[in-house]
């Protein structure tokens, strides 16, 4: 049977043949499970899509490369967990596009450093990560805390996701540029109507201690202050 | 036998081709007089290839590997990572097992005076320390600029175990629901003060640590304004988290434009809770490190 090839390389349109089928099982094995992608998401409580503020963060997390030295995904492994918490679970980047996992820990995971530090702390960590931490070796970006955050547009790329399937509602939508002013301001005057949209837990607060504008900064410590923290791990059943 | 047929066939039809030099028969191909022997592939090689064949059926047939409509195959031995991750933890735990029960039961004055338990605290501690505490109060506890110093003997909140545990646990002006929690006033932000009297205040308080000479006008406005928090003599008040004032430790700095941005700005420092995020074992052993740096009372 080995000694076949011969006859299939001599005969093109048999070589074509058998090379579709060949590569037609590569790809339904590689292709199919992607329609059901979702019977592998948890069911979870808790989860929700970004804040306007926090989606803008997310945005300069991305423009700034930070996935390049920074995973967000705590892997199932004994000294992960131990050092991160627990280990990251799909529902948790659901709404994530695109998500953020990556692939080279130069400086730690961030999956779930919302809450770890204090508002205070990433302020002095961006704008000059020696400050806190002397070994690091973090680029220092303290033009954030100079730039106002982007969010003339939000509610367009808030469309963009919900056309996409993540689940904001048109409210959502409207409300977008105010709802991250509120989520930004020390003072809040619309924090319940915020609150409504995304649950009562949204930090709302002036995170870069500048309340006169909301900066870049702003925006990005939002982000990190809500990652890892949105799932209720007390009623989630682990996987087997 | 049939291949040997076919040879023959073959060499009837297009002539010899068996290669004189090596005797080797050649593919029959010729390009400018260049002829492509048929050697078959190295035995070592098809051995080895076959080899992998095998072993991805028996991969196949062990470990989860192909999709399946609703999921993928299981596998003979049902190994997940997460089954192998509660394993290992499991395995830890077991090991742990001899002090955590008895961790669990004693308050944290009774393991401090327990040799064994009170070891196996201060290395949980220690190592919880360095992933979730050293990023501002610095990998040996001695803090930084707006982060406090762990092993001296001055407490904005208190030193005692049952402090330490709180601040731990709730945090400090945190999110949590049971946080310490205090505001000091933006004297100047807010308009309480204008620009000279918090001039002289501040001069006032750093006098207490013999900083500046003595401001009677900043003595009054501190008896007004100051001392229903940091005390008539400025040795602050735990209770509500005021740091002392006249032991000349400065968590925002000493110099005269520092101590003036802490009254017009005020700082309320924030310190994030635990509780949820690490395990009560793991808070409990955080109590008795942090208490054991030196400062502890």
Redesign the interface.
């Known amino acids: 049977m080995l000694d076949k090839h011969g006859k299939i390389e001599r005969n093109s349109f048999l070589l074509l043949f058998l090379t579709v089928i060949v590569v037609s099982i590569g790809g339904l094995v590689e292709i199919v499970p992607l329609f059901r992608v979702e019977t592998t998401i948890e069911k979870v409580e808790g989860m929700r899509p970004y804040t306007p503020l926090e989606l803008a963060g997310k945005s300069i997390y991305i423009r700034e490369g930070c996935y390049t030295c920074h995973s967000q995904q705590i892997r199932p492994l004994r000294d992960e967990v131990e050092r991160y918490g627990h280990y990251s679970i799909a529902a948790e980047s659901m709404y994530d596009h695109p998500f953020q996992w990556g692939s080279k820990r130069t400086g730690p995971d961030l999956a779930r450093i919302g809450g770890k530090y204090s508002d205070d702390w990433h302020v002095a960590h961006m704008i000059d990560p020696r400050s806190v931490v002397p070994e690091s070796i973090m680029p220092a970006y303290a033009f954030l805390a100079r730039r106002g955050a982007r969010l003339h547009d939000i509610d367009r790329h808030m469309r963009a996701l919900q056309r996409i399937g993540v689940p904001y509602t048109d409210e959502m939508i409207e409300n977008a540029y105010w709802d991250a002013m509120t989520q930004a301001s020390n003072d809040p005057y619309e924090a319940d109507a915020l609150r409504s949209r995304y649950g009562d837990n949204v930090n709302i607060r002036d995170f870069d201690g500048n309340p006169n504008k909301t900066t870049e900064l702003d925006a990005l410590i939002a982000y990190m202050q809500v990652l890892g923290t949105l799932v209720d791990f007390k009623t989630y059943q682990e996987a087997q | 036998m049939k ?1 040997k047929t076919d040879k023959t066939e073959k060499a009837s039809r297009t002539g010899p081709e068996i290669d004189k030099h090596s005797g080797v028969e050649t593919t029959g191909h010729e390009w400018d007089g260049l002829k492509e022997l048929n050697n078959p592939a190295p035995r070592w090689w098809l051995w080895i290839f076959l080899l992998t064949v095998i072993w991805s059926i028996w991969y196949w047939v062990m470990y989860p590997s ?2 399946t ?4 195959t299981e596998g003979l031995y049902g190994w ?6 509660k394993e ?2 499991a395995e ?1 735990l077991q090991r742990q097992q001899a002090y955590l029960e008895a961790f669990r039961a004693m308050p944290l004055d009774g393991i401090a005076e327990h040799e064994e338990l009170y070891r196996f605290a201060l290395a949980g501690g220690a190592s919880a320390f360095k ?2 505490c050293a ?2 109060h610095g990998i040996d506890a001695a803090g ?4 406090p110093n762990l092993n001296d003997d001055a407490w904005i909140w208190g030193g005692s175990l049952e402090d330490i545990y709180e601040s731990i646990k709730y945090g400090i002006r ?2 949590h629901n049971e946080t310490r929690y205090s505001e000091m006033p933006a004297f100047g932000a807010d308009g309480i003060l204008n620009r000279q009297e918090i001039l002289d205040v501040t001069d006032y308080v750093l006098s207490l640590s013999g900083l500046a000479a003595e401001n009677l006008r900043g003595a009054e406005i501190y008896r007004e304004q100051c001392a229903s928090c940091h005390g008539m003599d400025g040795r602050g008040d735990r209770s509500v988290g005021a740091p002392d004032l006249a032991d000349a430790i400065w968590l925002y700095g000493s110099s005269r434009d520092a101590v003036y941005s802490v009254i017009y700005h005020s700082r309320n ?5 635990w509780d949820g ?1 690490l395990s009560e074992d793991r808070i409990r052993q955080l109590t008795l490190y942090v208490h054991s740096l030196g400062g502890g009372e």
């Open positions: 291949k192909w999709p409509l609703s999921g993928h997940t990572q997460h089954k192998q991750l290992q933890q830890i992933d979730n990023a501002c930084m600029s707006h982060y945190s999110e420092g924030v310190m994030p809770h995020i």
